[in-house]
């Protein structure tokens, strides 16, 4: 199992930019492909990005792509996700996600471990 903390969510301006971190933990994070989910009130929760831990292979929503950037630190077991160009619809809770590859997380199925969720507020 993988723990994942998540931080950097807040309050910006439609337009803006805000980047959220995910540190993970255990003994075999390097075994999981990492990304993200957001679930925004009264919706299903969706996938938003995922990153492969060997190769740093990427993943996009097309809803967010172009606007948001996945990256990742091994040395540091943490994950990124840089969002630029911020709308109101991206307002959500999201979700660190840890998976066994990046073809199976990108469904909620297929995520064997969640972080709590950190908040991300576009205001108009």
């Known amino acids: 199992q993988v723990a994942l903390v998540e931080s950097g969510g807040g309050l910006v301006q439609a337009g803006g930019s805000l980047g959220l971190s995910c540190a993970a933990s255990g003994r075999t994070v390097s075994n999981y492909a990492l990304g993200w989910f957001r679930q925004a009130q009264g919706k299903e929760r969706e996938f938003v990005a995922a990153i492969s831990w060997s190769f740093g292979d990427t993943y996009y929503a097309d809803s967010v792509k172009g606007r948001f950037t996945i990256s990742r630190d091994n040395a540091k077991n943490t994950v990124y996700l840089q969002m630029n160009s911020l709308k109101p619809e991206d307002t959500a809770v999201y979700y660190c996600?840890?998976?066994?590859?990046?073809?199976?997380?990108?469904?909620?199925?297929?995520?064997?471990?969640w972080g709590k969720g950190t908040l991300v507020t576009v205001s108009s």
């Open positions: 996600a840890a998976g066994l590859s990046m073809g199976t997380m990108r469904t909620t199925n297929g995520v064997k471990s």
